[in-house]
């Protein structure tokens, strides 16, 4: 299945072939890989390098290394959270500000949103219901932590209708960031509140089938949370919070 490895960067070659078989189809979750012996004759390389590679593809999340009697590498699917996470911890080394993620948001969230409009199952219009549900709960019960939970998961699922393996992804990780947005700059109630009408008015754009309403109403709701978490950075003890987050992870 794979060719000798016998040049510089020998453990990326490896990461390389082995993502490509995956790419191709000659590898689907849930294959076990040839034993350490035989994969170490394919790549010709050492059992160190060989070692090295294996720790890399895990540490990615594309195998399992399983110990024991029937153990092995073994392809897995990458786990969504992972991937979201892996690129959000990218790009906190990238100067990132709320305009970033907005300007992001702005393009890509009122198109998920008339996505969902045209195809949202009755399944799943019922559960964004149930989360908004959830979130004025929460509210009500000033479990905060809860709030912002129910607040992503309303989004990702928006993200969902668009069946876009790329997009949804992309939204995942943005819906990410903006949640450690949110815990550095820890919006207050109100803001949370009109959070929840503005979810609760796209729900009802959504549920009517209306895509133009459903895609404006997403539009107002980015711009508006921009606005706010900007405001709230600028002000004394959002700078404060800001700066402190940012020598903690110096």
């Not at 979810?199 to 980015?222: D, F, K, W």
Request: charged share 25%; glycine share 6%.
């Amino acid at each position: 299945m794979f060719e000798t490895a016998r040049r510089s960067k020998t453990t990326e070659v490896i990461i390389g072939q082995i993502r490509t078989a995956i790419l191709e189809g000659r590898l689907t979750p849930g294959d076990r890989l040839p034993s350490e012996k035989q994969l170490g004759e394919q790549f010709q390389v050492s059992k160190q390098t060989l070692r090295e590679s294996m720790r890399a593809l895990e540490h990615m999340g594309l195998i399992d290394v399983r110990k024991g009697v029937g153990g092995g590498a073994f392809i897995v699917e990458v786990d969504e959270q992972v991937a979201a996470q892996n690129l959000a911890n990218y790009l906190y080394f990238k100067n990132l500000t709320i305009e970033n993620l907005s300007e992001f948001r702005r393009i890509m969230e009122p198109y998920a949103a008339a996505r969902a409009a045209e195809r949202i199952s009755p399944s799943d219009l019922e559960t964004l219901q149930q989360v908004n549900d959830s979130t004025r709960e929460n509210l009500k019960n000033k479990k905060w932590d809860q709030v912002s939970r129910d607040e992503i998961a309303f989004h990702r699922l928006i993200a969902r209708q668009t069946g876009n393996p790329i997009l949804i992804l992309m939204l995942d990780f943005v819906e990410t960031l903006l949640e450690d947005f949110k815990k550095i700059l820890k919006p207050d109630a109100a803001f949370m509140e009109s959070v929840l009408l503005a979810h609760e008015a796209i729900h009802a754009a959504v549920a009517s089938g209306n895509a133009q309403m459903a895609s404006q109403q997403m539009l107002g709701h980015v711009i508006d949370v921009e606005v706010y978490l900007s405001r709230l950075k600028k002000s004394g003890a959002g700078r404060k919070l800001w700066e402190n987050c940012l020598q903690m992870t110096e």
